[in-house]
């Protein structure tokens, strides 16, 4: 099993400029969620999915939206990124959300100019 | 929001040293997790608690779910050079529907050879 994989790793945007993330698990788990990570600031929550056909906005969801495309694959997308998004994003999932053991993965690096 | 405190911010040890690091909430969870971090990855989940009281180990780790519910601490014994890196506690309270994480902000582990 790969457990959860990111697309792409490295990423570099110009301001105004849109793209998506791409996370995929194959750990038939019903919750997916997508986490910023800044220096100083830990893990910050933006978007979760608790199951297929649902998501919630997290802690810093402004300027992300996000897709559950299938039970397997959630999907992030910055429609017009600006320097403050400058950061690493992990995708992460979890079996069920009351014990909520999330599981990561290896996180995109993105930089916008 | 919740706060999480998590102390030490760094710790530089010797090689066979015990470390002792821990989180305190602002509120009661009912889920502490603690993950480590390498540089470049993303978080790997460690230990999860589940009780108010539970001692829980993994290898040369233990992790303690303190009886308040509000606090945690892990600690690692006779460190080696692979327990570099960032170890982070999490937390939950699913009672009210929510079921995110709040992260601690990490504590940075150097082990001196």
């Known amino acids: 099993n790969a457990g959860v994989t990111q697309t792409p790793k490295f990423q570099v945007l110009k301001t105004g400029q849109s793209m998506t993330l791409q996370c995929a698990q194959d750990?038939?788990?019903?919750?997916m969620y997508w986490y910023r990570q800044d220096p100083g600031m830990g893990l910050r929550l933006i978007y979760y999915?608790?199951?297929?056909?649902?998501?919630d906005k997290g802690e810093v969801p402004n300027g992300y939206n996000v897709s559950r495309l299938n039970k397997r694959e959630f999907s992030l997308r910055l429609e017009s990124a600006a320097p403050s998004q400058t950061s690493v994003y992990f995708c992460?999932?979890?079996?069920?959300?009351?014990?909520?053991?999330?599981?990561f993965g290896p996180g995109t690096r993105l930089t916008v100019l | 929001g919740q706060q999480l405190n998590q102390s030490p911010q760094s710790m530089f040890i010797q090689e066979g040293e015990d470390v002792s690091m821990n989180c305190t909430s602002s509120?009661?969870?009912?889920?502490w997790l603690w993950y480590k971090q390498d540089p470049g990855e993303g978080p790997v989940l460690l230990i999860a608690l589940y009780k108010a009281g539970e001692l829980t180990s993994n290898g040369r780790l233990t992790a303690q779910f303190g009886i308040t519910r509000k606090d945690s601490f892990l600690n690692i014994s006779a460190s080696i050079p692979s327990d570099v890196g960032i170890y982070f506690c999490a937390g939950s309270y699913s009672g009210a529907g929510s079921y995110q994480l709040t992260f601690g902000k990490g504590t940075k582990l150097s082990v001196i050879p």
């Open positions: 992460a999932s979890s079996e069920r959300q009351y014990y909520n053991e999330q599981f």
């Open positions: 509120s009661i969870f009912n889920t």
């Open positions: 750990m038939n788990h019903n919750s």
């Open positions: 999915s608790a199951s297929e056909g649902t998501t």
